[in-house]
């Protein structure tokens, strides 16, 4: 997979969209700072006071006021991006979709199967094509010559048709992302021609020719894994603006919590996640050696005390029905977790019997759950999951499954009245049994619900009455109504499923709970965010990414569990020692400790992890498994040396509870723990202080190849005779053996600055 070219045509379109929706917006008479008045005629409207302008249809005035209504409510650069990714991601669902062949038309609608010929095959194909279209327009605009607005035509007629098979991704383009469609989608240099044009059709593909097989070794990830990798680069420019706020003392807002926080997760991370998890709860229960050989990153538990073994045999569950697991991402980004888990999920059906065409449809309805905060990369997440099951499964979309995926929504702007009109109806028996304070509780509860995401503590409500009620209403007529409840009819209807759907996932318990949780210190925390945190996460308020953990262990159930990549600070640091303790009160199962570049797209020793499957029991002298990758520098290297099974550690977790503070120090000596044991302190024999700091790491150290040797003086004792005027850089030891790392690129060499 070409990254580079996903790169720069990700971070190209998302620029080149943003600006093209934005004067769409101003051909309509909307600005950031001003809005126009329109006159309006019989055929349409134009704006007033502009010669020469646009005359708009008169459908286009309602998708007008609609847009004006969205810029109320979130401001005029938050809708102009949201506008921007939705045409992104449509492009690139359709563009995946017409590789792949899996277009319910199966044209073409962005490309020609005709090498060479640049206009799209859904063009030629207009009068053919089986799509609702009005023939009538069609030759009229065949007529008239009209290439761009037959194009426009027939693209919204097409994310229309695949709306009804997956309407999170294409939902019915009837309002303003209609209006702020960008012209000439045809041209070179346009968005779609950049799409096509820039990226090899091989890297989309999820299914090879023989051919293409023998390239897989050679070419690496391709198919769904595109879908992550454009989604983060889409937002790494936003990244930037937003890290680069942090430094001014700008916090973190809720609309860019994503772009601050998502990473896609390296796919050999992903699957010892998913296998060691949920791959572990099926094969505790079903022993398989066939599919735990066929699963490349599952760990084998270490060897335990017959009393321990004894105790996991009470454990299993020989009755467990592959329909009855729930696994969820409570941070799902792109949907990368749940696409492998679909993968395992599979074989675990296959090998208990189940038709092969039934698995999908099974596995999406009733084992996979995702939470999100950025409707962008739910969307994604829903296209992802779907496209893995129409691999499977050819005729999916005839019926099309329910997915229990959510990009969280808020509750903000729903009034008194359309309660009022909820609960109070006499027309319904549903209302005998559905309570005025459950539904308060749900909207109070999501109240700016995406500034805390899946972190929320959501309790279990009738949830079922509540959807009934709003099926009722949404089998009422509008023009059986009062014109007065006609507004608050159509706020129920648009607010209140979704929050009805992210309420069950929120308040239920998992068998699994996989994730890679967003980074962000308490220092980059808005005041809402923060305030929450200290509320209800008290040991693990310190970092988003403990907090996380800490709200994983409450969502799953007894004897299950949790798997995640996470800094791996926690280990160690003393904030975090409250979460240690609560971490080594349930069994660590096995852990890798990554470290520094566990990510190809972070460098340096910026963000260092470690990855682990924890089980929400308590098993005495359970012997957990440890693998030491810190000293691999790549993300290849790390991945080798786990599979070789280097630097494996067998350790008690009852050992860490007798160092102070609970250090994981996996790598400890028997001999070292007994001397803590026995109540030794290095106090009792020598004052123990904080050695030599900086004060400002990243103003003062650099590594070796960032300095000039002639500015190194030769060793530390020619300090006393340099010239103090000129500026040098001096050998500086942040721990180890400096004579060892002298000169050796390989390690990370600090350096500090002398002036």
């Avoid at 050696?289 to 990153?297: E, H, S």
Wanted: charged share 30%.
């Amino acid at each position: 997979m070409n990254k580079s070219a996903l790169k720069n045509f990700a971070v190209r379109a998302r620029k080149r969209l943003i600006e093209e929706v934005t004067q769409k917006a101003y051909e309509a008479g909307i600005t950031k700072d001003k809005i126009h008045n329109i006159e309006t005629f019989e055929g349409g409207f134009k704006v007033k006071d502009r010669e020469n302008g646009k005359v708009f249809k008169k459908y286009e005035a309602k998708q007008r006021k609609k847009l004006l209504e969205k810029i109320n409510e979130k401001g005029f650069d938050q809708v102009m991006e949201e506008v921007a990714y939705t045409w992104f991601n449509r492009f690139i669902a359709l563009r995946f979709m017409e590789i792949n062949n899996y277009l319910p038309t199966e044209v073409r609608v962005l490309s020609s199967l005709q090498p060479g010929k640049k206009e799209p095959d859904i063009i030629r194909e207009a009068l053919n094509i089986d799509l609702d279209v009005d023939r009538e327009i069609v030759f009229r605009l065949q007529d008239s010559g009209d290439t761009e607005d037959l194009y426009k035509y027939l693209l919204i007629r097409q994310c229309n048709q695949l709306g009804e098979i997956m309407p999170a991704v294409f939902e019915q383009i009837e309002d303003y992302t209609e209006l702020l469609l960008p012209d000439n989608l045809l041209a070179e240099g346009s968005v779609i021609r950049d799409l096509v044009d820039g990226i090899d059709e091989y890297d989309w593909k999820i299914e090879l020719s023989d051919a293409e097989q023998g390239m897989e070794a050679e070419k690496g990830e391709h198919g769904i894994e595109i879908i992550g990798w454009l989604y983060q680069y889409y937002i790494s420019e936003k990244k930037d603006e937003v890290f680069a706020g942090l430094k001014k003392n700008i916090k973190i807002t809720k609309e860019n919590i994503p772009a601050a926080t998502q990473l896609f997760t390296p796919k050999w991370i992903v699957k010892y996640m998913v296998e060691n998890s949920l791959g572990r709860l099926w094969l505790e229960s079903h022993p398989d050696k066939d599919l735990q050989a066929k699963w490349k990153y599952y760990l084998e538990e270490a060897e335990q005390e017959p009393e321990v073994q004894k105790q996991l045999e009470e454990l299993k569950n020989p009755n467990l029905n592959p329909e009855e697991i729930k696994i969820l991402d409570p941070a799902m980004g792109s949907g990368h977790i749940l696409v492998y888990a679909f993968d395992v999920l599979y074989d675990i059906y296959l090998r208990a019997g189940y038709p092969e065409r039934q698995i999908p449809g099974l596995i999406l309805e009733k084992n996979l759950y995702g939470l999100e905060i950025d409707d962008r990369a739910g969307q994604l997440a829903s296209f992802a999951l779907l496209m893995k099951a129409r691999s499977k499964n050819r005729r999916i979309f005839r019926h099309a499954p329910r997915l229990n995926l959510c990009s969280i929504q808020e509750s903000n702007g729903i009034p008194r009245k359309a309660v009022d009109y909820l609960v109070d109806s006499k027309d319904t028996g549903i209302v005998e049994y559905m309570r005025r304070e459950e539904v308060e509780y749900l909207i109070d509860v999501f109240h700016d619900a995406k500034e805390y995401g899946s972190i929320l503590e959501v309790k279990e409500i009738d949830f079922d009455a509540l959807e009934q009620r709003v099926e009722e209403i949404g089998k009422t007529a509008p023009e059986d109504i009062f014109e007065y409840m006609y507004l608050d009819r159509d706020v129920i209807l648009e607010k209140l499923p979704p929050l009805i759907k992210q309420g069950r996932i929120m308040s239920q318990k998992y068998d699994v709970v996989c994730t890679n949780p967003p980074y962000m210190g308490n220092t980059g925390m808005d005041k809402k965010l923060s305030n929450c945190i200290k509320h209800n996460y008290a040991n693990s308020k310190n970092d988003l990414f403990a907090v996380f953990m800490e709200k994983g262990l409450r969502l799953v159930k007894n004897n299950c569990f949790l798997s995640m990549i996470t800094q791996h600070s926690w280990m160690f640091l003393s904030s975090f020692k409250s979460l240690r303790k609560t971490v080594l009160s349930i069994d660590i199962i096995n852990l890798i400790h990554l470290g520094a570049r566990a990510f190809e797209e972070v460098g340096g020793a910026i963000v260092q992890t470690a990855a682990f499957v924890l089980r929400n029991c308590n098993t005495y002298r359970y012997k957990a498994t440890f693998s030491n990758l810190v000293d691999y520098l790549s993300q290849q290297s790390k991945e080798v040396a786990f599979k070789d099974k280097k630097n494996l550690f067998s350790l008690f977790r009852e050992s860490f509870k007798k160092i102070p503070s609970y250090p994981i120090a996996y790598w400890v000596s028997d001999r070292l723990i007994n001397v803590f044991n026995e109540g030794n302190n290095i106090n009792k024999y020598v004052d123990s202080f904080q050695g030599i700091i900086t004060g400002d790491n990243e103003k003062f150290l650099r590594l070796w190849t960032e300095v000039n040797r002639i500015k190194i003086p030769v060793c530390a004792s020619n300090i006393n005779n340099i010239n103090l005027k000129k500026q040098y850089w001096i050998p500086y030891n942040k721990g180890g053996d400096f004579r060892k790392w002298y000169g050796n690129q390989d390690y990370v060499v600090y350096w500090k600055k002398w002036s």
